[in-house]
């Protein structure tokens, strides 16, 4: 079973500060990890993969094999970041069905 | 706005009663699914349509919920008498077949049973 572990629901930091969203995660094979984010009153929507390894916004994410996660991170965090972010997996199995985590609330503060 | 549309948005039914959602996907996606998500909650799979076969459905799909893609456009998610933990916001995303990595996502109807 594939299970996605995201520990903190919430997470306050002011503008300017260092971010890291946590994000580990549980599956046998070789999954696929991706950030998704809403932002307040928008829909769900796909911020990055792991695949991809770019920088949008400024966040970053590492798949990390070893520790089995894929936190994402932003070195100067910005007020429009605030929103919910979730942390999700697919299988190579799936058909691209998504396991997503509870999400964690970011809140920067002026 | 061409993204993913559903209808309706709010749903307030008794507890017992039948409610039909529906989903229209951007109009070249040939993937479809389904989510459910409940307070304080990740979004979580139901189900999983390819043009209009459904090729995927989670354990959380009881035999009381049931969903199609008749023509590989549209899909509907019905459920059935109704039960209060039912209540949840329904999501519907779509996403093209060699990029179905990113899925599209709609607003969501939000189920209240009362």
């Known amino acids: 079973a594939q299970r996605v572990t995201q520990p903190e629901k919430l997470l306050s930091v002011f503008k300017g500060a260092p971010v890291e969203l946590k994000c580990n995660y549980s599956y046998s094979g070789s999954p696929e990890l991706f950030w998704y984010v809403q932002y307040s009153r928008q829909r769900l929507q796909l911020l990055l993969r792991h695949i991809s390894r770019e920088s949008i916004k400024g966040f970053t994410a590492d798949l990390n094999k070893g520790e089995t996660s894929f936190h994402l991170k932003k070195p100067f965090a910005q007020e429009e970041d605030s929103a919910m972010y979730y942390c999700?997996?697919?299988?190579?199995?799936?058909?691209?069905?998504?396991?997503f985590g509870q999400g964690t609330i970011l809140t920067v503060h002026p | 706005d061409t993204g993913v549309s559903q209808d309706p948005r709010h749903k307030i039914t008794k507890r017992g009663q039948n409610v039909t959602f529906r989903c229209d996907p951007i109009s070249e996606h040939n993937r479809l699914y389904w989510y459910r998500q409940t307070l304080g909650q990740g979004p979580e799979f139901l189900t999983y349509f390819q043009n209009e076969a459904q090729l995927e459905k989670s354990r959380l799909l009881s035999d009381r919920f049931s969903a199609e893609r008749p023509k590989g456009s549209f899909s509907t998610l019905e459920i059935q008498r109704t039960e209060q933990g039912d209540s949840a916001m329904y999501l519907c995303?779509?996403?093209?077949?060699?990029?179905?990595?990113?899925?599209?996502f709609g607003p969501g109807t939000r189920l209240t049973v009362t």
């Open positions: 999700a997996l697919r299988s190579g199995t799936s058909y691209g069905k998504l396991t």
């Open positions: 995303a779509s996403s093209l077949g060699d990029r179905a990595y990113e899925q599209y």
